[in-house]
């Protein structure tokens, strides 16, 4: 299957800092997901991605799709302690079939 | 509006034997996946069900099988259970076959498997 790797695997930051994670993978897609998953639950979609270059935003979070196709990148702004939880790429050449990457755990101290 | 719903929260088997996991989809979505997902990694893509037919699968052994019900709800069913099947089963949905980027997933089945 397609190799995800997401990097880094955990952060622990303080309240208010940037945080940056990455994701590169072995081949190229076609669209770039990032989910974030709390204890308990199941993945909830946080920003997708179609298009190469393509920069979005939600909120403090913002995502770009690189321009190789072969990566992508998150950032959080001025973090809170709510940020708190495992965040995962995942990207797909088609739209039926997504492979995600290992996850960052992100730890915010208030 | 209800999301998507997996049951049972937990449960626990033993090797060799055989375990069916359940899944209704969020309201109005009519395709339902299954994916794996093992300590400390990503969710793997299992197989996915659209209009009662298995459509797309992932890497995994014919010890892994599904079915779809004409409500869209599914079901996960492992046989010959190993210890490696020990893993949070996730069931996500979306509408239409598709549209697995917009697709919403349900809490997750925990497996574990002595």
């Given at each position: 299957g397609q190799q995800l790797n997401q990097s880094p695997q955990s952060m622990f930051i303080q309240e208010g800092e940037d945080v940056s994670m990455n994701c590169t993978s072995s081949s190229i897609f076609n669209t770039w997901l990032w989910y974030k998953q709390e204890p308990g639950e199941g993945p909830v979609l946080l920003i997708a991605l179609y298009k190469a270059g393509e920069l979005t935003s939600n909120g403090r979070l913002t995502a770009q799709f690189g321009i190789t196709r072969k990566d992508s990148f998150l950032n959080i702004s001025?973090?809170?302690?709510?940020?708190?939880g495992i965040y995962f790429c995942a990207g797909a050449y088609n739209f039926n079939k997504f492979y995600f990457g290992s996850g960052t755990k992100l730890n915010v101290k208030p | 509006d209800a999301g998507v719903t997996q049951s049972p929260t937990h449960l626990i088997k033993t090797r060799g034997q055989q375990v069916t996991l359940r899944c209704s989809p969020k309201s109005g979505h009519d395709t339902v996946s299954w994916y794996q997902q093992a300590l400390g990694q990503g969710p793997q893509f299992i197989f996915q069900y659209y209009e009662e037919e298995e459509r797309q699968r992932g890497n995994f052994p014919d010890r892994f099988s599904g079915h779809q019900f004409p409500n869209y709800s599914s079901e996960l069913n492992v046989n010959a259970l190993l210890l490696g099947d020990s893993a949070l089963y996730l069931c996500a949905s979306s509408l239409g076959q598709g549209a697995q980027d917009t697709q919403y997933f349900g809490p997750g089945t925990r497996l574990t498997v002595l």
């Open positions: 001025a973090s809170i302690p709510s940020d708190v | -």
